[in-house]
């Protein structure tokens, strides 16, 4: 179970990145106060200013109380990217942008250098072979495909 910290970062860092957009960030954030009895005051603070900019709501989401386990908000996006990756393999070259937006929003040493690494590979590689510069599109999906696959088990919220 994903505590309401880790579930708060996973949004704001989604929101960040492109996963989310802010209707699901206030989404969750509105059933969220529905269902608890204790809710956290950046929560209220986030519905309150509906209207705020993408980057103010994930100002106001890094408030919520508690400490996070940033490997695995990090793995559970990921896992999430993978998700949506397996329902439509046309849109890998956004995934590949989206995972390399994630590695310049997180600490480093939250990923493993090698996993940073491919990531980056992943991403160039898109942007050569959508350039027509280097290699195919539909190389670099088999290989995003191959790095994702392993994460598709952290794929819940």
């Given at each position: 179970m994903v505590c309401l910290k880790d579930r708060a970062e996973i949004y704001r860092l989604g929101l960040i990145v492109g996963l989310f957009c802010k209707s699901d960030v206030l989404n969750w954030v509105d059933t969220t106060i529905e269902s608890e009895s204790n809710v956290d005051y950046a929560l209220i603070e986030v519905s309150l200013n509906s209207s705020k900019n993408n980057e103010d709501v994930a100002c106001i989401l890094k408030n919520v109380?508690?400490?996070?386990?940033?490997?695995?908000?990090?793995?559970?996006?990921?896992g999430l990217l993978a998700q949506k990756f397996d329902e439509n393999h046309d849109i890998g070259s956004e995934i590949a942008s989206i995972l390399k937006r994630l590695t310049q929003n997180i600490d480093s040493g939250v990923l493993e250098s090698e996993v940073m690494?491919?990531?980056?590979?992943?991403?160039?590689?898109?942007?050569?072979?959508e350039q027509n510069i280097y290699g195919y599109v539909k190389d670099m999906i088999s290989e995003l495909n191959d790095f994702l696959k392993d994460y598709t088990k952290y794929a819940e919220l």
């Open positions: 109380r508690g400490k996070s386990d940033s490997k695995t908000v990090a793995n559970i996006i990921i690494s491919k990531i980056n590979n992943i991403d160039d590689g898109f942007y050569l072979a």
